[in-house]
């Protein structure tokens, strides 16, 4: 079992940044990698950025490309998501994710290959 807990999540201006973050128990972490997703009003979830479980490769979204970076520090059990130059169409709920099944060098791409989830945290980019 892992339980995921995410936070940070808020309301910014257009341009603005914030920086998630989530806390990972129950299970040693560099046994997972790790992933965010997103989830706006009347659309599927979507993957938006995944790091392996030995941090040394990371993916994202080509919407995202650029603006946010993923990062995990196995000290503190916690991976982050740093966005900057935040737009509108990255409002959505934002959610954490592990995968226990993965290569050490290996990023999670889809949701199938997730096996825990948090339970969301809401950012919202005022125009």
């Known amino acids: 079992q892992v339980q995921l807990a995410e936070s940070g999540g808020g309301l910014v201006q257009t341009g603005g940044s914030l920086r998630l973050a989530c806390a990972a128990s129950?299970?040693?972490?560099?046994?997972?990698?790790m992933g965010w997703f997103r989830q706006a009003p009347g659309k599927e979830r979507e993957f938006v950025a995944a790091?392996?479980?030995?941090?040394?490769?990371?993916a994202y979204a080509d919407s995202v490309k650029g603006r946010f970076t993923i990062s995990r520090d196995d000290a503190k059990n916690t991976v982050h998501l740093q966005m900057n130059s935040l737009k509108p169409e990255d409002n959505a709920v934002y959610y954490c994710?592990?995968?226990?099944?993965?290569?050490?060098?290996?990023?999670?791409?889809?949701?199938?290959?997730?096996?825990?989830w948090g339970q969301g945290t809401q950012v919202t980019v005022s125009s």
């Open positions: 994710a592990a995968a226990l099944f993965l290569g050490a060098q290996t990023m999670g791409l889809t949701l199938s290959e997730y096996n825990y």
């Open positions: 129950g299970r040693t972490f560099r046994s997972v990698a």
């Open positions: 790091v392996s479980r030995n941090g040394g490769n990371t």
